[in-house]
């Protein structure tokens, strides 16, 4: 008998003899299929989240610069992240990185405090974020004015009380009448719209839509009360110059600030490039994907286990069959293939059907993502398929050998006689 004659007839065997106990071999195959569909969900979301994070800095722009008060790690976030108030930058700190001859490659500045207020119009009440900001907001931040106009230099100066509104506050607050020349309350003060924004939708995971723009001095003075600013973006002319113009910046404020140590270690404040936030991101998620990915894996394990357990119950059922086999010429290397065929071909099942059902939770997940607004891309990697059906082959292999080994070694006569 050839070899791919015996390769077939071995298999033939072990599918009609799967096919047989058709509910234990799914049953048996459910572990496999939720250790397959876990590690191919896990690995879409990690890649689609991957995905969407480059895609919200590139929108926000690879050649943005951000400094926030206070001082962090090299790889970790400034202390203002977790809620901690920090006065140590101010406007003056924006002015002077503006100039030319601090930092040669910058093209505008963005200084800006933000907090939550509510606003009225007539009946209507919401909650919004107030996003107090100077006249550098559009040439860096981005973003368009779809009706009316965006505040001066001279209206910040003059603390006026003029607003731009989002789009999605529009909506809610007008319900759909002309909101130019209204007159709102944002808490206890009286502003005029004199704009509204095109709308945007999420940028670095925040929804501008939502925000009220309103000058940074009308802002400091009038509704949060004080003189700090809580972030600044810098715009740089080029990718390339982003890295020396952190380094202005850095000389810059320290000598504002009489920092005398240039190495940065007593720096009170961060300044961090956009594509630093997506390094730090991205290598967040590619460890959080791995470890959950890892932790899906075991459930594979446990489904080797009960496949396992599955075969010996098979051998013990199918004792006298074993020992009929080897007295008509079976060899123990046919028994011990015969079994580790249908090991494999159990998990192989479960891994194919894993896959099917990973793919499509992964893009059920997208579509609900998409839906509540997120550029979430549906992306499962080629690798994670051919991992998830690699490892289920060799959980049937390994899992399946002692069964197998067990049924080779049966005595033909004592097989026989068992009942």
Not at 96 to 103: C, D, L, R, S, T
Not at 132 to 147: I, K, M, S
Request: hydrophobic share 45%; net charge neutral; proline share 2%.
């Amino acid at each position: 008998m050839s070899s791919l004659t015996y390769i077939t007839e071995i298999s033939k065997n072990s599918l009609l003899s799967l096919a047989e106990n058709k509910r234990r071999t799914l049953l048996t195959t459910l572990g496999i299929i939720i250790g397959v569909s876990s590690v191919i969900v896990i690995m879409a979301i990690g890649l689609s989240a991957q995905g969407l994070i480059l895609a919200q800095v590139n929108k926000l722009g690879s050649n943005l610069i951000g400094i926030m008060p206070g001082k962090s790690e090299d790889k970790g976030p400034p202390a203002t992240v977790f809620g901690i108030v920090i006065t140590t930058l101010t406007y003056e700190d924006a002015l002077a990185i503006k100039q030319a001859n601090n930092v040669p490659h910058v093209v505008d500045v963005s200084a800006n405090v933000r907090g939550s207020e509510v606003v009225t119009w007539q009946a209507n009440q919401l909650t919004a974020d107030v996003f107090g900001t100077n006249v550098g907001y559009l040439p860096v931040e981005g973003g368009q004015v779809a009706e009316g106009r965006f505040f001066t230099d001279d209206e910040d100066k003059s603390v006026s009380r003029v607003a731009v509104l989002g789009s999605a506050v529009k909506n809610d607050l007008f319900d759909g009448n002309n909101p130019i020349g209204r007159k709102i309350k944002i808490g206890t003060q009286t502003f005029e719209v004199i704009g509204v924004m095109e709308q945007r939708g999420k940028v670095a995971f925040q929804d501008y839509d939502n925000y009220i723009f309103i000058p940074l001095n009308t802002m400091q003075k009038l509704i949060a009360g004080v003189r700090h600013l809580g972030f600044i973006r810098v715009k740089i002319d080029k990718q390339e110059n982003v890295a020396e113009a952190i380094a202005d910046i850095g000389a810059t404020l320290r000598e504002r600030h009489g920092i005398k140590d240039m190495s940065g270690a007593n720096d009170d404040f961060t300044v961090r490039a956009a594509a630093e936030a997506l390094d730090a991101l991205t290598t967040v998620t590619n460890s959080l994907r791995f470890f959950l990915a890892a932790m899906a894996a075991l459930s594979l394990v446990v489904g080797g286990i009960g496949i396992m357990n599955i075969m010996l119950i098979r051998v013990a059922q199918r004792t006298r069959e074993i020992g009929l086999r080897k007295a008509i010429g079976a060899t123990n290397s046919d028994i011990v293939t015969q079994f580790l065929v249908e090991s494999i071909s159990i998990t192989l099942l479960g891994g194919l059907i894993g896959i099917g059902f990973g793919e499509f939770l992964a893009w059920l997940i997208a579509q609900v993502a998409q839906a509540l607004g997120y550029d979430w891309q549906f992306i499962v990697s080629p690798w994670s398929i051919v991992l998830a059906v690699g490892v289920s082959m060799a959980i049937g292999l390994i899992f399946g050998l002692y069964p197998a080994r067990k049924a080779g070694r049966l005595n033909p006569i004592e097989a026989l006689r068992y009942e």
